[in-house]
T-cell receptor, first 113, second 110 residues
Framework: DGGITQSPKYLFRKEGQNVTLSCEQNLNHDAMYWYRQDPGQGLRLIYYSQIVNDFQKGDIAEGYSVSREKKESFPLTVTSAQKNPTAFYLC????????????FGDGTRLSIL | RKEVEQDPGPFNVPEGATVAFNCTYSNSASQSFFWYRQDCRKEPKLLMSVYSSGNEDGRFTAQLNRASQYISLLIRDSKLSDSATYLCVVKSGGYNKLIFGAGTRLAVHP
């Protein structure tokens, strides 16, 4: 089945630690996105990538980093610089530069210890 | 002012009821519009796109009013399984950037 796979489902971060969230898609989509969702708020864009080896900051990129070395993979690293990392992280993909909507993975819940 | 605003609800309705949600957006250059459904602690899933002429998918009807900059979602004959949060989503700008509303919560009871 085609889809977007995020792992792990739950993740705990210690003080000063970097953690990496995985996102893989087999939809052959060019564009991939990372969002953060906090209670009572809409999804906010962290980073996006329109094509392999290219990515751009979204609205809340500080404290996060990404890479896009392969079309199907777009991992997100939450660095120790992100002081409030507890949230629900969602990865999405879409056909690039079109009006197609984005489709989401099932998310990773990150908490700090 | 938020770019996309929704009434957070909750809307508590009995099975079989008709319920409508509105959503307003601030950018008049917005190009595409969607409704997503999000179940508790799950990912958003596309419910339907919203077209200028309005569109229907079974019990769901979406309308767009560009002049007043709002979109609506009408659900007829509500089912228990319709209980969820409904996210209004607007595409703005030159790339595929989606702006998400915070969602409207619907609770359908027996």
């Amino acid at each position: 089945d085609g889809g977007i796979t995020q792992s792990p489902k739950y993740l705990f971060r210690k003080e000063g630690q970097n953690v990496t969230l995985s996102c893989e898609q087999n939809l052959n989509h060019d564009a991939m996105y990372w969002y953060r969702q906090d209670p009572g708020q809409g999804l906010r864009l962290i980073y996006y990538s329109q094509i392999v080896n290219d990515f751009q900051k979204g609205d809340i990129a500080e404290g996060y980093s990404v890479s896009r070395e392969k079309k199907e993979s777009f991992p997100l690293t939450v660095t120790s610089a992100q002081k409030n990392p507890t949230a629900f992280y969602l990865c999405a993909s879409s056909i690039s530069y079109s009006n197609q909507p984005q489709h989401f993975g099932d998310g990773t819940r990150l908490s700090i210890l | 002012r938020k770019e996309v605003e929704q009434d957070p609800g909750p809307f508590n309705v009995p099975e079989g009821a008709t319920v409508a949600f509105n959503c307003t957006y601030s950018n008049s250059a917005s190009q595409s519009f969607f409704w997503y459904r999000q179940d508790c602690r799950k990912e958003p899933k596309l419910l339907m796109s919203v077209y200028s002429s309005g569109n229907e998918d079974g019990r769901f009807t979406a309308q767009l009013n560009r002049a007043s900059q709002y979109i609506s979602l009408l659900i007829r004959d509500s089912k228990l399984s319709d209980s969820a949060t409904y996210l209004c989503v607007v595409k703005s700008g030159g790339y595929n950037k989606l702006i998400f509303g915070a969602g409207t919560r619907l609770a359908v009871h027996p």
